[in-house]
């Protein structure tokens, strides 16, 4: 798949004032500084359609962007560390466990790791918090222009391990990518087209 066009269409933190069309919608979401908005205006061929910032936490409310107007690519607040108040930062994860549990068009999340870094504490109990709710989603590894191609193997092999050793019988499905050289751009459109097509059926 192509991206064509991409359309901001609102931001909110109220989940009933979401698009009402019933389009299918994928959740990108990670903790902070982790890539997100690179990784999407990457995956959308537009340097300035999500707001990159070098300051965690910049992304602080759910973001619709309309995808070739037929699905929605739904960028929310990263979790875990932000310059903001304890009090907002609850408001987050509120807003965040609402569209979850309550969002009908939602079909997958995607859960962003950087990886360089091993399992996050929180990165483990949100993947264990979607799979409890039975929320489908996979895994995308950002920054991987940072290691060699042996040790994103090794590093891929250890992350999901850490998975299987815990509460998973199976891996999620999982990409590697990185927004610098576009690694995994069309393997992450051809699974969301993928679903796509078999909604239709």
Known sequence: MKITSAEFVMSNSDVAKC???LLPEYAFIGRSNVGKSSLINMLADNKNLAKT???????????????????FLVDLPGYGYARVSKKDK???????TEYFEKRKQLVSAFVL?????????????FMEWLGSNGIPF????????????????????????????????????????????????DELLGYIDEINNSLKS
């Open 19 to 21: 698009p009402a069309a």
């Open 90 to 96: 609850k408001t987050f994860q509120k807003y965040i």
């Open 53 to 71: 910032s070098a300051r965690p936490g910049k992304t602080q409310l759910i973001n619709h962007f309309k995808i070739n107007d037929k699905w």
């Open 138 to 185: 996979a895994i995308v590894f950002t920054k991987a222009d940072k290691l060699k191609p042996k040790a994103i193997e090794q590093h891929v092999d250890d992350y999901l391990q850490v998975l299987l050793d815990g509460l998973w019988e199976e891996a999620p499905p999982h990409f590697v990518t990185s927004s610098a050289n576009r690694t995994g751009k």
């Open 113 to 125: 790791a950087d990886i360089r870094h091993e399992p996050q504490k929180i990165d483990l109990e």
